[in-house]
Every structure is written in C-alpha cells, then in structure tokens.
C-alpha cells in the first residue's frame, strides 16, 4: 500500500464527487525491452503479482497504482477568505468552499497558498493554484484503489464506460443516449456508454489516440469526500 497523488479536471472531479465516477485510465509506458500481455489484478494483490502474470520482470513494468493505495486528488483551487474574515479553501471544479483548521500550522500554510505566484514585483493573493501545485493538505477528495487491471484501452465493456463517468439521458423519443461528462465542448450524444468515453478520451488526449489503442492500467476506487490524512470509510464505489 502506498500514498500517491492523482489529478483530474474539473469535471471528472464532479464526477467523483456525485459518485458517477469510479474508474479511471492511465496510459501504461512499459521500459525498453518490456512487452505487456492481458492480465487482471484482483484487490489485495501486490505490484509482483501483476509482473508474474504479466511475465516481464517487476523492475521493468512502470504501474503506478496497485490495489489498497490511497490516491489523494489534486484539483485547481484558491485561498480564500470570507467576509466574516474565515479562511478556507475555494475549489475551483464545483466552487465549493471549506475552511482549514484552527492551528497555527493551517493558518501559516494557508497563508502561503493565498500568496501563490506572487513576487515582490508582482504581488499578489488568492490566485489561482493550478492542480499539480495543489498540495497534499488542501485536497478533500482520498480514492482508495480496489483493483487495477492491464488491457487495452478499446477493451473497455459498457459497464466500465458507464463507471468512467459518462453522461446518460432521455431523448424526446424516450430513447437513451450518452455522451462524456459536461464540460468537454464540442461534444456529442451516442447510443452507448463506451461510444462517448472513446469521444471523452479523443477531446482529452487528440483525435487519434482511440485508434491508437494503447495498453492502460484500468483502476477501480471507491471515493471518500476527506483529506487522505484523515479519512472515513468508503462512501462511493469500491469494496468498504
């Protein structure tokens, strides 16, 4: 088990946080030498289990993420202050706001978030803090990862597509139609899940990248609204 970070964009962010989300994707760059096969790794099974199955050497396999890591999530956020004079946390996916701790610890970390980017030329406060400076103390949101499995990307089923996050609903017809999660302009409605997270994946990662067809490390997680240093139990998704 170990304690990583994870970034994702604001509307994957309130993907996780209505709990429509509880799966995520990552492009798998085996070392040189290094050939990947199908292999699945249940919850509980450790990065030399997944290199046995997979036959290649543990040393020469670069997965990141392996069942009972935690995942604390990086997002944009932005010190902020309330006109009652509190300080908190604005982040910038949802705009919601939570107020740090009453320490001087927080108060002093906070204070250095606030003055983000700012110089002695150009001061300035409350700026906004681009996700991969979000620091571990900020985030609210810990995955806990329950599987991780290796495939390849268009290997996805349905119902994975489904639990990437996409979005569903009702044409006037009554018929269903999907398309990824709001905030990807451009956008179109299709009839499945897995249809629209090959569109999500193409306006994420360019037009040519579905056809591409790469190796990726498919993980579950259940999603728990808590800084990773103090989390509660599962509340979304996973085996709690």
């Known amino acids: 088990m170990a304690d990583r970070q994870i970034i994702f964009s604001a509307s994957m962010v309130c993907a996780l946080i209505a709990g429509t989300k509880t799966q995520t994707r990552r492009i798998l760059k085996p070392r040189a ?28 396999l670069r997965l990141h993420y392996a069942a009972n890591d935690r995942l604390w999530v990086r997002e944009n956020v932005r010190a902020d202050e309330l006109a009652t ?34 110089t002695a030329k150009q001061p300035c406060r409350g700026r906004k803090v681009p996700s991969i400076h979000m620091p571990r103390w ?41 398309a990824p999660p709001a ?5 179109r409605f299709v009839d499945s899940a897995r249809h629209a997270f090959a569109d999500l994946w193409k306006t994420i990662h360019g037009p040519e990248s579905w056809a591409a067809n790469p190796w990726v490390a498919a993980i579950s997680f259940g999603v728990a609204y808590a800084n990773i240093d103090a989390p509660p139990r599962l509340t979304t998704g996973g085996r709690a």
């Not at 919850?43 to 030399?48: E, I, S, T, V």
């Not at 910038?92 to 970390?109: F, K, M, T, V």
């Not at 905030?183 to 956008?187: D, I, K, L, R, V």
């Open 183 to 187: 905030g990807f302009g451009g956008t």
């Open 85 to 118: 004079g509190q300080d908190g946390i604005r982040y910038l996916a949802d705009e919601a706001w939570l107020p740090i701790e009453n320490s001087r610890e927080a108060a002093d970390r906070w204070v250095a978030l606030n003055h983000y980017g700012s």
């Open 138 to 178: 900020a985030s609210r949101l810990t995955l806990t990862v329950t599987e991780v499995r290796v495939e390849r990307l268009q290997g996805i089923s349905e119902a994975d597509a489904i639990a990437e996050g996409v979005s569903n609903g009702t044409r006037p017809d009554g018929s269903p139609f999907w």
């Open 33 to 60: 030498g290094t050939t990947i096969a199908d292999a699945t790794v249940d919850a509980g099974q450790a990065l030399g289990g997944i290199a046995r199955r997979l036959e290649v050497p543990v040393e020469r």
